[in-house]
T-cell receptor, first 115, second 111 residues
Framework: GAVVSQHPSWVICKSGTSVKIECRSL??????MFWYRQFPKQSLMLMAT?????????EQGVEKDKFLINHASLTLSTLTVTSAHPEDSSFYIC???????????FGPGTRLTVL | QQQVKQSPQSLIVQKGGISIINCAYE??????FPWYQQFPGKGPALLIA?????SEKKEGRFTISFNKSAKQFSLHIMDSQPGDSATYFC??????????FGTGTRLQVFP
């Protein structure tokens, strides 16, 4: 099956710093990638949708200047949390779809803790 | 109209029993209904998915029942095992676009 990886798997940073999270499709070309945020014991909330080579589409209430998404290639998307604050601490999960499939394949997630 | 309601919030089942999780949606444009399994600290993994043109789909011990007129669908886990203990999310999407997730059900299967 299709595999999606994320790096890092966990990160701890100081308040005010920026953190970059990578999402890679390992064995397929991802035409679309999605970024989700999940707080403890809660559901996944879609943050944004990105297509290779174009600007990401953000969900209502998600600050696009704070959560920068770049989908530079068909196998890589990055999420940068700028000027992170403790309330940004969460589990960030990406998913990817390929043109020939209707399945979203999820990455293992990245645990972000902002001190 | 974009919500997907999921119940129960938690479920305790004895080994060998049947686990049943229910979801309901409002948007009749939804045409893709997957179920995901998530273990603590991991990303969700697709279990099984269904489209509205069929009323039931079975894969191994997992079955989705779909009722288009009632706008409801459910996941049945037959012969539940302790290894099935996880959080289960239903979801819905239009044209396999953005997934709208349910609130999740925490399943615990006791030996």
């Amino acid at each position: 099956g299709a595999v999606v990886s994320q790096h890092p798997s966990w990160v701890i940073c100081k308040s005010g710093t920026s953190v970059k999270i990578e999402c890679r499709s390992l064995d397929f070309q991802a035409t679309t990638m999605f970024w989700y945020r999940q707080f403890p014991k809660q559901s996944l909330m879609l943050m944004a949708t990105s297509n290779e080579g174009s600007k990401a589409t953000y969900e209502q209430g998600v600050e696009k200047d704070k959560f920068l998404i770049n989908h530079a290639s068909l196998t890589l998307s990055t999420l940068t949390v700028t000027s992170a604050h403790p309330e940004d601490s969460s589990f960030y999960i990406c998913s990817a779809t390929e043109a020939t499939s209707d399945t979203q394949y999820f990455g293992p997630g990245t645990r972000l803790t902002v001190l | 109209q974009q919500q997907v309601k999921q119940s129960p919030q938690s479920l305790i089942v004895q080994k060998g029993g049947i686990s049943i999780i229910n979801c309901a949606y409002e948007n009749t444009a939804f045409d893709y209904f997957p179920w995901y399994q998530q273990f603590p600290g991991k990303g969700p993994a697709l279990l099984i998915a269904i489209r509205p043109d069929v009323s039931e789909k079975k894969e191994g011990r997992f079955t989705i029942s779909f009722n288009k007129s009632a706008k409801q669908f459910s996941l049945h886990i037959m012969d539940s095992q302790p290894g099935d203990s996880a959080t289960y999310f239903c979801a819905a999407a239009y044209n396999t676009d953005k997934l709208i997730f349910g609130t999740g059900t925490r399943l615990q299967v006791f030996p």
